[in-house]
């Protein structure tokens, strides 16, 4: 089984800035394909805030782009996604997800679908 531990998340001002931070065992992190941030909105699907692969390439839902980072720690094994300028329609449910293997290949670019694992999640509310 896998445990992500997601603490972070809570509530900021619209145009201020969160970190959220994922922490997996040393041997999800390390064995992975990657594990990035995803959110979902009341009534819309899953989608993609930022992912990192293994090797460190990155992806972001195009509403993230310019607006936030997402960072890999090897010795704390952890992944941290810095949100700013937060809008109020970001406010949601984050969820860290651990991409995995799939026929002995872990996909170039992660997205949602290729998400084996999920955390908890951790509410985020922008308000004005």
């Known amino acids: 089984q896998v445990k992500l531990v997601e603490p972070g998340g809570g509530s900021v001002q619209a145009g201020g800035t969160l970190r959220l931070s994922c922490t997996a065992s040393a041997e999800v992190f390390g064995t992975s394909c990657g594990m990035g941030w995803f959110r979902q909105r009341p009534f819309d699907d899953r989608e993609l805030v930022a992912v990192?692969?293994?090797?460190?390439?990155?992806n972001f839902g195009d509403s993230w782009k310019g607006r936030s980072t997402i960072s890999r720690d090897h010795v704390k094994k952890t992944v941290h996604l810095q949100m700013n300028d937060l809008r109020i329609d970001d406010t949601a449910v984050y969820y860290c997800?651990?991409?995995?293997?799939?026929?002995?290949?872990?996909?170039?670019?992660?997205?949602?679908?290729?998400?084996?694992?999920w955390g908890q999640g951790t509410q985020v509310t922008v308000s004005s």
């Open positions: 997800g651990v991409v995995w293997w799939r026929n002995g290949e872990c996909p170039t670019i992660p997205e949602v679908v290729d998400v084996s694992y």
């Open positions: 990192s692969n293994r090797d460190g390439v990155t």
